[in-house]
């Protein structure tokens, strides 16, 4: 996801720096995003060549890297602790005019930035996966968050070619709270053998226009990250949150989608 969104805005002509956990992940991710901008460039997405992306390109694993930067964005995996963490460690080498947001798909934003210096310069912006064929992302706005910040917001999504949708801060948001009570239905109902699982996702596909099924898109996006997120939305909002049986088995077995080749569905590259 990380190199996605830095890959999104690096053919908008930024400068883009990756802060990774290693050496070996620094190294993966560099190797992903070079890799993007070359298919970039040979698919004619670009105009410019191919050695004006790369030079804009650099990862480290110094977060005091990220000093002279104006814009981050976490993008660490939907653990509350794991958040708070990596927000506050970047906050600490900012710049005070410096602009700070996070990818979460459902933590609260209010509850991220109770833990900043300057939450007003705080705010989500919830991108999908994968990101460069994925056209909305959400811009979630704290109590705190500034006017300012929101504008700039919309001029950043727009600018890399996707539409902006404001959000006040909620458990959930608007897309995970919609898309995850849809997927948790899809997940009961084939734990109860109403319908196959090409079946059911035909049914939305075809009968409500879906661009793939609630099945298919878990897949995608991973069974592990479905369960974070029903849980914390379980907490939150309720029993209608409440995650099947089959999801935990699954995440238990290893079955995380495609991912792993198997989740729902069998994958294979």
Request: hydrophobic share 45%.
């Amino acid at each position: 996801m990380g190199v996605g969104i830095a890959h999104a805005f690096l053919l908008t002509g930024a400068q883009v720096l990756i802060l990774e956990r290693d050496a070996e992940a620094a190294e993966r991710a560099q190797a992903a995003l070079v890799t993007a901008a070359r298919r970039s460039v040979e698919r004619g997405t670009t105009a410019e060549d191919e050695s004006a992306l790369l030079d804009r390109i650099d990862v480290t694993t110094d977060a005091g890297a990220l000093g002279a930067s104006g814009l981050v964005i976490e993008a660490v995996p939907e653990d509350l602790e794991l958040k708070v963490a990596m927000l506050t460690r970047i906050e600490a080498v900012l710049a005070d005019d410096a602009w700070l947001a996070s990818n979460t798909s459902s933590l609260s934003i209010d509850l991220l930035a109770a833990t900043l210096k300057r939450p007003e310069r705080f705010c989500g912006l919830h991108f999908f996966n994968p990101v460069p064929s994925s056209t909305l992302v959400e811009i979630v706005t704290g109590s705190a968050t500034s006017a300012g910040l929101t504008d700039a917001a919309r001029g950043w999504v727009q600018a890399i070619g996707k539409t902006p949708i404001v959000v006040k801060d909620s458990p959930g948001f608007a897309s995970s709270r919609l898309g995850v009570v849809i997927a948790l239905e899809a997940i009961r109902m084939l734990e109860d053998g109403v319908a196959s699982a090409e079946d059911i996702d035909t049914a939305m596909v075809l009968g409500y226009k879906f661009p793939v099924g609630p099945l298919h898109l878990t897949d995608l996006v991973g069974l592990d990250v479905r369960l974070g997120i029903a849980d914390y939305l379980h907490c939150t909002l309720g029993e209608r949150f409440a995650p099947p049986a089959l999801l935990r088995e699954k995440v238990a077995a290893g079955h995380l989608g495609r991912k792993t080749g198997q989740g729902f569905f069998t994958w294979s590259e």
